[in-house]
């Protein structure tokens, strides 16, 4: 016969329970070899013309970016192209859809002011920047293009603006947004007049090149 001691007794076991971390994404491996296409950047944010390659790469059946390089000859903003580079790249090889990296680029402001596009306003050389990868996506069938025919809705305009009287601020060359950046003083006073580029500030002009 078993004789129990009261000094004994029997406990359970609890399991004890492991922190769960959260999954962490997965880096993209680059291969030996990928694909690229080249774009470049004519820019009165830069003084030189500015390089931009763009590599990609199958998945399952789809293209997808892998990194990006951006070059020229002008060093002293290549302390600027090697931080985009880095980053920009880091996203493509972490993210699943990194679109979002344009919202982002097209976020950043130029403190001197942008200028005018084929229409467009470009806020900063960052916002050139995202022009250039979203052409890439557009290209490269990454984003998404309306087919042709399929509508697209645009809001239009049907009232008219009440009559605008120009102040002498808006005459001022440092106030005016259809003015562009000039390569050499690098203020907002590059306009165009007589067939030619020319800077009411310093008096840089594209026709003596």
Known sequence: MLNYSK?????????????ERPPQPL??????VVDAKVYKIKSPFVKFNVYVTLGYIMEYGRKRPIEIFINSKDLTHSAQYAVLTRLISAIFRRAGDAQFILEELRSIYDPNGGYFKEGKYIHSFYSEVADVIERFFRDEGILHVPEQGQQINIPIKTQLTAQHNVTDDENDPTNNNTFKICPECNNRTLKFENGCEFCVQCGYTKCDK
């Open 27 to 32: 880096t993209l491996k680059r291969p030996d």
């Open 7 to 19: 000094e004994y007794r029997i406990r359970e076991k609890k399991e004890e329970k492991k922190e």
